[in-house]
């Protein structure tokens, strides 16, 4: 066989998945593990799907995707996010959030960039940013900071050479959200050191306990140096779908249609569909699903807290919990292999989100409340 391309051979493969992997198919486990609601994308969204497809809705699209979605996302921008975004030219739709992130670090970073990457993070940041050929520098976020970026570290990691920050608030995998406060912080950095912002705001709308979600591109000035990724997947359970779009300055949009040209061409047009009516009509099944999240989170936190040996911080937003073990004198690895051949629960171990995320595990609460009172009781077996 002819020699494979050394680098993509040598990346390393996500934990989360080698985890979703291990137990897929595998009957009697209280499973944790992808970070995906456990609820059907709402039917008035598939109808609507279904009719654009049997008119006849089945082709390419524009590289930045249907004018009709664009124009409800920058009228969504307006209302919930407080930015005006010209549909036009500022908006662009993505074949997933995760596309969102990889065309957006492609257009910004160059050879020799550093890119400033959340510790613990969602496993996918640092490869996206190696991918786009930059540097990824991990700045921890730590349980004593609510698990959010600390001014003081971001001032001693930032540089001349740093290009991108990426923000993700409501933050997977551990809750974590920036305030007010931060959010200014942030931006006075990156006016001083002029790097962009990148702001994964994919789980803006599952926040608890009246937490408000503030886009850092709605801060004076910050609109020209941030760029908004989002997805469907989360708030509208359309992980399916693959669909998500970005936000930015007209001249970032320009060089990510450009590069969507050769990706992927376009999203498909059934899902541009859906996610039209997402926007118009998804906010019951939103609010039904952000329901269940609270009682969710209340059973598991709760429940967490009153296991001798671990401790859990109430996540302020997504549908995540991030449970300290380090009383249990475990790692992480240790620990989630523990639980799932003794107590058979299965949950991710904090060092898939990185060196921050050793000491905790993540466990996805987008499950039934069954799972979780089954899965909390067994967890007791192994601390
Ligand atoms: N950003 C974060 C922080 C995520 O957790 C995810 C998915 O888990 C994504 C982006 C991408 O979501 P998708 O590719 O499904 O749109």
């Given at each position: 066989m002819a020699k494979l391309n050394a680098k993509m051979?040598?990346?390393?493969?996500?934990?989360?998945r080698d985890v979703f992997n291990m137990v897929e198919g595998k009957e009697g486990?209280?499973?944790?593990?992808?970070?995906?609601?456990n609820f059907d994308t709402a039917q008035e969204?598939?109808?609507?799907?279904?009719?654009?497809?049997?008119?006849?809705?089945?082709?390419?699209t524009n590289n930045r995707g249907l004018i009709e979605l664009r124009e409800e996302i920058a009228k969504k921008l307006e209302k919930d996010n407080h930015v005006s975004y010209d549909p036009k030219t500022e908006i662009i739709v993505t074949?997933?959030?995760?596309?969102?992130?990889?065309?957006?670090?492609?257009?910004?970073?160059?050879?020799?960039?550093?890119?400033?990457?959340?510790?613990?993070?969602?496993?996918?940041y640092p490869y996206i940013v190696q991918l786009a050929g930059a540097k990824p520098v991990v700045v921890p976020m730590l349980e004593e900071d609510?698990?959010?970026?600390?001014?003081?570290?971001?001032k001693k990691a930032v540089n001349e050479k740093t290009k991108v920050l990426m923000l993700n608030s409501p933050?997977?995998?551990?809750?974590?959200?920036?305030d007010r406060k931060l959010l200014e912080g942030i931006a006075e950095l990156a006016r001083k050191y002029d790097f962009w912002?990148?702001?994964?705001e994919v789980y803006e709308k599952i926040v608890f306990d009246g937490n408000e979600h503030i886009s850092i591109a709605s801060l004076p000035g910050m609109k020209e140096r941030t760029i908004i990724n989002n997805s469907f997947s989360k708030s509208y359970a359309m992980t399916g779908w693959r669909i998500g779009y970005a936000a930015a300055p007209a001249p970032v949009v320009d060089v990510m249609t450009?590069?969507?040209?050769?990706?992927?061409?376009?999203?498909?047009?059934?899902?541009?569909?859906?996610?039209?009516?997402?926007?118009?009509?998804?906010?019951?099944?939103?609010?039904?699903?952000?329901?269940n999240y609270t009682r969710r989170r209340k059973i598991l936190v709760e429940g967490l807290n009153n296991i001798k040996g671990l401790s859990c911080m109430p996540p302020k937003g997504t549908f995540y919990a991030f449970p300290n073990i380090k009383k249990s004198g475990m790692s992480s690895d240790t620990f989630y292999k523990r639980l799932i051949d003794e107590a058979g629960v299965v949950v991710i171990p904090g060092d898939a989100c990185g060196e921050y995320g050793e000491g905790y595990v993540r466990m996805c609460f987008a499950t039934s409340d069954e799972n979780i009172q089954q899965g909390l009781s067994q967890v007791q077996i192994c601390v």
């Open positions: 051979v040598s990346l390393p493969k996500s934990k989360i486990l209280a499973k944790f593990v992808l970070g995906e609601p969204i598939c109808d609507y799907a279904y009719k654009a497809m049997s008119e006849g809705h089945t082709h390419y074949t997933s959030g995760t596309d969102a992130l990889n065309l957006t670090m492609r257009a910004l970073c160059e050879e020799g960039d550093e890119v400033i990457v959340p510790g613990p993070y969602w496993t996918p609510g698990f959010m970026y600390n001014l003081e570290n971001l933050s997977n995998p551990t809750g974590g959200m920036a912002i990148l702001s994964d450009n590069l969507h040209e050769y990706y992927t061409s376009c999203t498909a047009e059934p899902a541009q569909y859906g996610a039209i009516a997402a926007l118009r009509i998804g906010q019951k099944s939103l609010d039904y699903m952000i329901e």
